[in-house]
């Protein structure tokens, strides 16, 4: 196998070697510059505009950010345009075609329109109520109405975990970014394959393979190419990495891994399972008649990319064809990957169009990327001229061979094909608007005369077109500024939200200790001590910190004002635990990492101390008194009634042990055992703030489900955790005989119902006046803690 592989790679090395020498004659003989000169003319036409005095106010305005653009787009009559160009763009760089054929004509409007559907056109608060199309709750509704809601969960989880091991010296975000971009590649190939005809059951099965061959692959990027650029490991370490590479793409098969020692040890083997279980699946997934090509592009991007990799920028004497031929070689390689990966049909055309398309996408990309290349050292074609055209005249200007690689797919590739051009010229234009709005006019200035073409015409040409065109900008950056802006600003929202919880956690804790009266009877002492050994337990303070967040970031609430507030929650908590714990009910030895109360005292000291802190609680609300009697009044009233609510809850708990429960039974007594303290932690504040019913009501609705998505994360670790994790004994659902959301929807159901019960509260809350992003980060630590 080896010996066809290296044949195959000489094949392709000797085909991109043809293609460099004929877009050097091209350059040579300023072809580029004669045929684009007459494109941007005839293209100029549509993009650059004469504002008059009265025509200014509309087609000026453009607010920036994802929801203000694309509802400034629409009421500017805009966004079919911008749409159709950007999904355009997409048929042609991710999915090959040829955007002459009707059929891809027809495939573009049906996706635009599918698209529209989802994007934010209304001005008015959230979303209409709905997920955005595009966030982790957007993405699991579309994975319902697929059917592929087991799969996605699958998927989210791995991204998860990826992220969690991505070590130090590499950029989580963007690794996490590139793997996400190659699984949404693959599900568009996919769903290209399958067009409308497919039937729903064949749909989802195609959709489900499609989402994992995505990440199987995907998974190469952060854990093979960004790793070996990185200097997380050592150049010893590298060199055994890139060897066990090689042998598994040679052999067709993962070698097992040998003693890896040093501080890589367990990242090593994390990525070496990961792999293995990724590489398998493609192995299993691959028809027989395209297994070669797999291997074959697969060899063919990995040496390129080593050959690449190896390179030195102080080695001053690389030859054109070794700067260009490897970048050639993987840009084409590594999307003609996926359509091995699929299995696909052959499309006419498909490799000869990508096999000559990549390098203009990644000559691009070098070139965004140039100053951050040139300071990590890397060589690519602009880097290594930056640092020696002076003294290198035979060098190639890698942005004069991007604008000859543009002139040829335009006439050569896609056969002067004007909607290829109106796009090609878009992208090639917004790439250096936005190349220039990053660095600043000084420094773009500077980077575009060090790359003159040497065509003074031209060159003013095009940055005449950078300086006046509109239009043409492209959803896809949009969308990636988007979601890399969210991905940031929720990284330091949950930094935030975990800081504020450790620091409220901390707070709550000291306060909640019970102190001795001066003049209390030695026979008072057994109930305090019992009630704060049950206090000092390892709890997470959930209520009480929901409350925190609401009543003070929320509503502006003074801190040391609902302190007894926060006290109240916890002793009602701890009290409903004691009373839980006790052999006539739950019966359980372990809670909160130590042996529970009766285990401790006896049942009735139990009992007794369950009671006491109830009234503790009603004693801490009674003490308000920074706040409207009236509103403490209905505070006390409402938790009253609500206590009440949670007795009944647990009575039909007790009732329901050993009996098969229906859905809609068990979702109304999880609301009335967890749903009401969740609710109760919400609305306590709001009322202290005076808040009108309908807010009220609106944080009922996103409690419910916020509280039997904990519970169903509750009966899910009852399964799958064990007593040091959770700190009480796991599988106490299955000695005790309950229904639990896992008895009745299995282990997979629970999980479905878990993620939709998420995305109804995380549309209620884009509902709601009040959208504190601390309530999202509760939500996410809900489904995704680990006790």
Not at 271 to 290: G, M, N, V
Not at 717 to 724: F, Q, R, W
């Amino acid at each position: 196998m080896n010996d066809r592989l290296q044949k195959k790679y000489r094949f392709a090395e000797k085909k991109a070697a043809d293609y460099l020498t004929s877009l050097s004659g091209q350059l040579t003989n300023k072809i580029y510059a004669t045929t684009l000169t007459k494109d941007i003319t005839t293209w100029k036409q549509n993009h650059i505009r004469q504002y008059s005095l009265y025509s200014r106010g509309k087609g000026k305005s453009n607010p920036r950010g994802y929801f203000g653009y694309i509802q400034w787009l629409e009421f500017t009559g805009k966004l079919d345009n911008y749409l159709e160009r950007s999904i355009s763009y997409i048929f042609l760089r991710d999915l090959g075609k040829s955007l002459r054929s009707p059929h891809t004509q027809n495939r573009i409007r049906h996706v635009v329109a599918n698209l529209k559907k989802h994007l934010p056109l209304s001005a008015t608060i959230g979303n209409g109520g709905k997920a955005e199309a595009f966030s982790m709750a957007g993405l699991y509704r579309w994975a319902q109405k697929e059917g592929v809601e087991s799969t996605m969960i699958w998927l989210l989880n791995k991204l998860k975990s990826v992220s969690a091991n991505i070590p130090e010296g590499m950029n989580a975000e963007e690794a996490k970014r590139k793997l996400m971009k190659i699984i949404a590649g693959v599900i568009l190939h996919q769903i290209e394959e399958m067009g409308d005809v497919v039937l729903d059951e064949e749909r989802t099965r195609k959709l489900d393979e499609a989402m994992r061959l995505g990440y199987s692959y995907g998974l190469t990027y952060p854990f093979i190419d960004d790793l070996l650029d990185s200097d997380v490991l050592s150049e010893e370490e590298k060199k055994r990495y890139s060897s066990l590479i090689r042998t598994t793409l040679v052999t067709g098969s993962v070698p097992e891994l040998e003693p890896w020692t040093n501080k890589n040890k367990e990242l090593i083997h994390y990525i070496h399972s990961e792999l293995r279980q990724a590489f398998a699946y493609i192995q299993d997934h691959l028809r027989q008649e395209t297994k070669d090509n797999f291997f074959e592009q697969s060899y063919v991007f990995f040496h390129s990319q080593e050959v690449d990799r190896e390179k030195d920028l102080s080695n001053a004497s690389y030859s054109n064809e070794e700067l260009y031929i490897p970048v050639i070689l993987k840009s084409a390689s590594s999307r003609l990957i996926v359509r091995s990966v699929l299995s696909a049909e052959e499309d006419d055309g498909f490799d000869t169009r990508t096999f000559f398309y990549g390098i203009y996408n990644q000559l691009a990309d070098d070139f965004a990327d140039m100053f951050d290349d040139l300071e990590a050292g890397a060589v690519t074609p602009y880097t290594y001229y930056m640092k020696y055209h002076q003294t290198r005249p035979d060098l190639i200007n890698p942005f004069e061979l991007y604008w000859t690689v543009i002139s040829n797919l335009i006439h050569n590739v896609y056969h002067s094909d004007p909607k290829t051009c109106e796009v090609m010229l878009n992208r090639a234009i917004n790439g250096l608007k936005r190349f220039k709005e990053r660095m600043g006019d000084k420094k773009y200035n500077d980077v575009m005369e060090l790359f003159a073409t040497g065509n003074s015409k031209f060159d003013q040409l095009i940055q005449k077109m950078v300086r006046k065109a509109d239009d043409v900008e492209f959803f896809d950056k949009l969308l990636r500024d988007h979601i890399i802006a969210n991905m940031k600003e929720e990284e330091k929202e949950r930094e935030a939200f975990l800081d504020a919880v450790t620091t409220v956690r901390g707070q709550i804790n000291d306060a909640l200790h019970i102190h001795e009266n001066d003049d209390a009877s030695i026979w008072e002492d057994p109930i305090i001590d019992a009630a704060n050994y049950s206090l000092q337990g390892d709890g997470k303070r959930i209520r009480p910190i929901i409350t925190w967040i609401m009543g003070v970031h929320e509503y502006g609430l003074d801190t040391s004002a609902i302190v007894p507030l926060l006290k109240s929650l916890e002793y009602m908590h701890t009290a409903s635990l004691i009373f839980d714990d006790l052999p006539s009910q739950d019966n359980s030895s372990f809670r909160r990492g130590r042996p529970t109360l009766h285990h401790i005292y006896n049942t009735a000291v139990a009992e007794l101390t369950g009671l006491y802190l109830t009234q503790k609680a009603v004693q801490e609300q009674a003490s308000l008194d920074q706040f409207d009697p009236k509103a403490v009044l209905r505070l006390i009233q409402y938790s009253a009634g609500k206590t009440a609510d949670m007795c009944k809850g647990q009575v039909m708990d007790l009732n329901s042990k050993g009996k098969p429960l229906t859905l809609e039974q068990l979702n109304t007594m999880c609301f009335y055992k967890t749903g009401i303290a969740f609710e109760a932690s919400l609305v306590m504040p709001a009322i202290l703030a005076g808040k009108q019913e309908e807010e009220l009501e609106a944080l009922k609705s996103f409690a419910y489900h916020a509280g039997i998505a904990f519970q169903i994360k509750d009966d899910l670790l009852d399964v799958e955790s064990d007593l040091a994790t959770l700190g009480k004994p796991a599988g106490k659902d299955l000695e005790n005989n309950n229904s639990t959301f896992v008895s009745i929807l299995g282990i997979d159901g629970a999980r479905k119902a878990m993620w939709d019960h998420y995305c109804t509260a995380m549309e209620t809350l884009q509902q709601m006046q009040h959208k504190t992003t601390y309530l999202k980060h509760l939500l996410l630590y809900i489904i995704n803690r680990d006790n």
